[in-house]
């Protein structure tokens, strides 16, 4: 019975059908006590719009923490077997799909718990089971010392957070502080007014009044001055927090390893990045309403408890039911949250592509085909926003009505104990007031869940990425580099088949290697391995015979190996920027790129070094960049130097000075060059390799056709 409520707690349906692998996955982690997104199970298993495979799932298994194993079965094995399995199924013969196999119930019917992504939990008979996991593929799960239970992650991230905000103390408790002395400044008027007609106008007390009014004038002003004050400690609390959590998540990004990157739009980071503000809007107004509210709620009862312990007693029993219409609808507003800020990444992602791609958007005069698209994913982003908002109407409608209902037994309440004597007009007037504000911080309090889920929400978005682990950057130092040797190297990317399967070759110093090979063959695969981007599945890389490459520190291997990609990235600064990445200029590395024949290229540009090269190198043609991306390289004097399609921007007479620096280079370093074909790479290439169907072969450089 107990396993039973675990397992509906803890199992989701998916709507999305190519998730029923990973909604499979993520069931089984919360079962197991974890708390993994859907968002890193589609990415560590390599989900995509068509679904992932068991072998996907195999690796994203043990990715996070489980001892997975693929294996084919019978039915007799999966009772025997006793726990959780995940089973590939077939539906209508013809579409994947996966489902969890809790356990075996030999009462009754002899039926087996199934957890069905698209329909929840069944129970199947043995025919029925039969009927649909025809493939006999199954994937069995244990967690092991590296799963991480969701009482750790949620440590972490209290951890995380309180090293966040723990410079903020000061700030933090001086609002609070100030906040109860607005609170108790603003109970003076309700205190005033019963004084006021109870005993003051009542018995014509002239000096009274004026003194009353002073004082009363005086705390006013000294209220409002508490309030700018206030405020001033709120916007710096804000500006300090800001600039910490921009840093500490940036700073997480950058030091990621790159093939993370690979795998996710710009549109998503952008995202993320904003949702830093969603948590500070919570903080601030935790410090602030919240804070008030609490203290409101507090001195308001005091006040009602002096005049009528009656009343306060009354507001006390009815505050549960404005809590309870509130926190009934917390799932909802979760999911909705959660629903905006994807696809608020989606609509972002979709923005950035657009305009990044606006050249081939005019270049076929597809604008209308993108509007409609755009249409289509803000209209769906739109949408979220729209529900997300009826809820917190209907939140705010029941709230408010049952503050009415509240208000109005009060009033009647309070009226009953004036006819009765018990109580004076003035202290009416003074509980009414004193009762309305109670109510009223006591639904801020209870609506203050929205905010607080939705900073939740932010902040798992947020510590998703900076709590992946960085890149390892410790490791041996090499100061030169005479061979590199590739071994049986295999690799795949998550749930694929392989992309490059035993290869086995080697880069000499003093020679030029050229890999040819079409499009999607694996050859900028390659050369990420090569840069310690990727890492292979299996095989190695030994430098200089000696030492395996992934011993070795990522900060000195990419000291000493430096890419030429065929796309070259600029940052929005000046050409001399681009070329240094980095705040000082060494004059000598300068003057040495300079004297290899790029002074030409320089003095061609309007400012020379100082010219700018706008946001994404808008300023400059294909083929200046591309040898922006060659000083740039050079500029850092690597040992290894990787080329991919060196010239392919270049004309015919900076196509030819790239041909002779690289003869005039290859003396001194490692120069290896990848491409589709040819040209005249097979003039400067001492061993021509190509790479096709997953496998390298060397081609004889003697009576080769230009083109291959």
Known sequence: MKENKLIKKTFSLQKDLTDCGVGCLQSLVQYYGGSISLETLREKSGTSKTGTTLLGLHQCANAIGFDAEGCEADIQALIEHGEPVILHTIIDQKFEHYVICYSYHFSGNDQFLIGDPAKGLEYWTKDQLQEVWQSKTCLTLKPNAQFQ???????????????????????????????????????????????????????????????????????????????????????????????????????????????????????????????????????????????????????????????????????????????????????????????????????????????????????????????KKNEGIFSFFQTKIFELGKLNLTISLYSGLALVVFLLLILGFSSYNVLNNEIKIGELMAILGISGSLLSSITNLALVTIPIQEAKVAFDRMFEYSSLEPEKTEGVEILAIDSIDITNIDFRFNGRSKLLNGISFSLQKGTVT????????????????????????????????????????????????????????????????????????????????????????????????????????????????????????????????????????????NRTFIYHLIENLKSEKIIFIISHYLEDLKEISDQILILKNTQITELNTVNVNVHH
């Open 149 to 371: 239970k969701k009482t750790e992650v949620d440590s972490d991230k209290k951890q995380w957070l309180r090293n966040l905000v723990i410079e903020d103390q000061e700030a933090i408790y001086t609002v609070i502080i100030l906040g109860l002395v607005f609170t108790l400044l603003g109970m003076s008027m309700s205190i005033f007014s019963q004084k006021l007609i109870d005993d003051i106008l009542p018995k014509k007390k002239i000096s009274l009044l004026v003194v009353s009014i002073s004082f009363l004038g005086f705390l006013l002003f000294a209220k409002g001055i508490i309030q700018a004050l206030r405020e001033f400690y709120i916007i710096k609390q804000t500006k300090s927090f800001n600039e910490r959590i921009n840093k500490k998540f940036y700073s997480s990004l950058l030091h990621l390893p790159k093939m993370f990157f690979d795998s996710r739009k710009t549109g998503d980071f952008v995202a993320r990045l904003n949702d830093t503000q969603r948590i500070q809007t919570v903080i601030k107004h935790l410090i602030t309403n919240t804070a008030v509210d609490i203290l409101g709620v507090l001195i308001s009862l005091g006040f009602l408890f002096f005049y009528s312990w009656k009343l306060a007693v009354v507001c006390i029993a009815i505050s549960p039911a404005i809590f309870y219409i509130i926190f009934s609808f917390n799932r909802k507003i979760i999911e909705a949250q959660r629903n905006v800020m994807q696809s608020y990444s989606s609509n972002e992602a979709n923005y950035i592509d657009s305009i990044r791609g606006i050249e081939v958007i005019k270049g076929f005069s597809k604008q209308d085909l993108f509007i």
């Open 514 to 653: 050229c890999l040819l090979g079409e499009s999607g063959s694996g050859k900028t695969t390659l050369t990420e391995i090569l840069q310690k981007n990727y890492f292979p599945e299996k095989g190695e890389i030994m430098v200089n015979k000696n030492t395996n490459l992934k011993d070795i520190s990522i900060n000195n291997w990419r000291s000493v190996c430096s890419t030429v990609p065929q796309n070259i990235s600029l940052f929005n600064g000046t050409v001399l920027e681009n070329i240094m990445l980095d705040e000082n200029i060494d004059e000598e590395k300068l003057e040495k790129v300079i004297a290899l024949g790029f002074g030409r290229f320089i003095h061609s540009l309007p400012q020379g070094f100082l010219t700018l090269v706008g946001e994404e190198g808008i300023n400059l043609s294909g083929g200046q960049k591309q040898l922006l991306g060659w000083m740039r390289a050079l500029y850092h004097n690597p040992q290894v130097l990787i080329l991919d399609e060196p010239t392919s921007s270049l004309d015919n007479e």
